[in-house]
């Protein structure tokens, strides 16, 4: 299983990125997904999950209005849309995946997830 995660950068407060996480080597439909990030100094965190149809998601509170969590399930790829970033969401973002029986399972602890993808750094400057 390969989870490779791009589409960080250097962003202006107020700004958008899209992150994207393109999978390999798994059934992609029957895995949830889930954005964590983590900055210096911090632990890693919960950002969003999604079901594996894309039915149900769930948001850390911190991003809930600003932030969406999408899959293409035909790509293998699950997105983070960011809007109105702030300076506070600067870290390293990491995809990972668990696989599920329940089509609408959410998982928010990254003791959850077996795979985990290599981290896109968001910046944003204030």
């Known amino acids: 299983v390969q989870l490779q995660a791009s589409g960080g950068g250097l962003v202006q407060a107020g700004g958008s990125l899209r992150l994207s996480c393109a999978a390999s080597g798994l059934a992609f439909s029957s895995y949830v997904m889930g954005w964590f990030r983590q900055a210096p100094g911090k632990e890693r965190e919960f950002v969003a999950t999604?079901?594996?149809?894309?039915?149900?998601?769930r948001y850390t509170d911190s991003v809930k209005g600003r932030f969406t969590i999408s899959r293409d399930n035909a790509k293998n790829t699950v997105f983070l849309q960011m809007n109105y970033l702030k300076a506070e969401d600067t870290a390293a973002y990491y995809c990972?995946?668990?696989?599920?029986?329940?089509?609408?399972?959410?998982?928010?602890?990254?003791?959850?997830?077996?795979?985990w993808g290599q981290g896109t750094l968001v910046t944003v400057s204030s």
């Open positions: 999604i079901s594996r149809s894309g039915g149900s998601t």
């Open positions: 990972a995946a668990q696989f599920s029986l329940k089509s609408d399972s959410l998982l928010m602890g990254s003791g959850s997830y077996n795979y």
